[in-house]
């Protein structure tokens, strides 16, 4: 059956408070079938059906996602008048730090997303909300498209590889510098009871004003992805800069 159409069914049959808790039972049931027939790595194949079942969710209507601030005191520092970069990589759950953004009030960023990933008239679906995040396609010329929107005191978010386990790429923060933008890491991560711890991070060298601050903060990222990689049971590709 179609994860869509099995969507539709369960929320047909579970009360929208619930929808969360369905979509975990669902995607471990999932990971648990496909690992026993096929020898599938559990654990991140319930990661990415997760990251499914909200997006289809998400598309049917708001629903509850437990989540709770573990670092997030970097919001409220820096200047309010400038923009910044909220940047990541590709991993289970990325998108859930914008939620947490905006349900603590703060300015949703213009987000730069993969085609496919953008519904509408240039939006992005926030998990669990009917909100969602302006956003552009990664494409020859989104690097000018992210410098107007700082020159103009605008923030964006983006990830900083092409997929999940690729190389990092220096470029956003070569433009962050030249701008002179604050880099603030965001991610989230699911506990076994569900929920969603939310962290939202300064860059060890949060301005980008020279290779040495550009090395440090790609470093940082690849340590930390390749922490929740392991996790996963992934062993990443070699994490040099694209």
Not at 76 to 81: A, L, R, S, V, Y
Not at 105 to 119: E, F, K, R, S, T
Not at 183 to 191: G, H, N, T, Y
Request: glycine letters at 8%.
């Amino acid at each position: 059956m179609p994860l869509r159409r099995q969507v539709r069914i369960t929320a047909w049959l579970v009360p929208q408070r619930h929808w969360y808790k369905a979509a975990i039972y669902a995607s471990r049931l999932h990971a648990g079938m496909t690992a026993a027939l096929l020898g599938n790595n559990r654990a991140l194949t319930e990661a990415v059906m997760l990251d499914n079942w909200l997006r289809e969710l998400t598309f049917l209507g708001p629903y509850p996602i437990p989540w709770r601030e573990v670092e997030t005191e970097v919001l409220n520092q820096g200047d309010p008048e400038k923009g910044v970069l909220y940047c990541w990589t590709h991993l289970p759950l990325s998108n859930l730090p914008l939620r947490a953004l905006i349900e603590m009030g703060h300015v949703a960023p213009l987000v730069v997303a993969d085609p496919g990933q953008i519904v509408g008239d240039k939006e992005l679906l926030v998990p669990g909300l009917a909100k969602r995040c302006k956003a552009i396609a990664v494409g020859p010329n989104v690097l000018m498209s992210i410098r107007t929107v700082f020159h103009e005191g605008g923030s964006v978010a983006c990830l900083a590889d092409a997929e999940m386990g690729a190389p990092i790429s220096s470029n956003i923060f070569r433009i962050a510098g030249i701008v002179g933008v604050r880099v603030i890491f965001l991610w989230a991560e699911r506990q076994p009871d569900g929920t969603v711890d939310i962290y939202f991070v300064e860059a060890p060298r949060p301005y980008c004003k020279t290779e040495a601050d550009i090395e440090a903060n790609m470093e940082f990222l690849r340590k930390e992805n390749r922490r929740i990689l392991d996790g996963l049971g992934i062993r990443p590709q070699a994490m040099k800069e694209a």
